[in-house]
Nanobody, 125 residues
Framework: QVQLLESGGGLVQAGGSLRVSCAAS????????MGWFRRAPGKEREFVAA????????YYGDSVKGRFTISRYNAKNTVYLQMNSLKPEDTAVYYC??????????????????WGQGTQVTVSS
């Protein structure tokens, strides 16, 4: 069982940066692949980024590639999403999610068994 709690969302101007964090409970955090998804108003949930259990492999959605960086610190049971060069279209609720490494592709939200409550990121133009 893993419980996830996001923090760090807020309001930022276009071109700015923001880092959101996700703190996980439980002693098995290091065995999970971690992902970030987002949902903008009126849109489907979108894959943003994922990182494998060791942190050596990362994956990004096309819309954030080159601007966002996912990282994790297993000793602190925390995963981060550093967001740079933010655009108004990045405005969304950002969700942290966890999945067992063997359970399917990192890109599909259905493969993640644990979710946080989300944190709002708003980018003004």
């Amino acid at each position: 069982q893993v419980q996830l709690l996001e923090s760090g969302g807020g309001l930022v101007q276009a071109g700015g940066s923001l880092r959101v964090s996700c703190a996980a409970s439980g002693r098995t955090f290091s065995s999970y692949t971690m992902g970030w998804f987002r949902r903008a108003p009126g849109k489907e949930r979108e894959f943003v980024a994922a990182i494998n259990s060791s942190g050596r492999s990362t994956y990004y959605g096309d819309s954030v590639k080159g601007r966002f960086t996912i990282s994790r610190y297993n000793a602190k049971n925390t995963v981060y999403l550093q967001m740079n060069s933010l655009k108004p279209e990045d405005t969304a609720v950002y969700y942290c999610a966890a999945k067992m490494a063997a359970l399917g592709s990192v890109y599909y939200s259905d493969n993640y068994g644990y979710w946080g409550q989300g944190t709002q990121v708003t980018v003004s133009s």
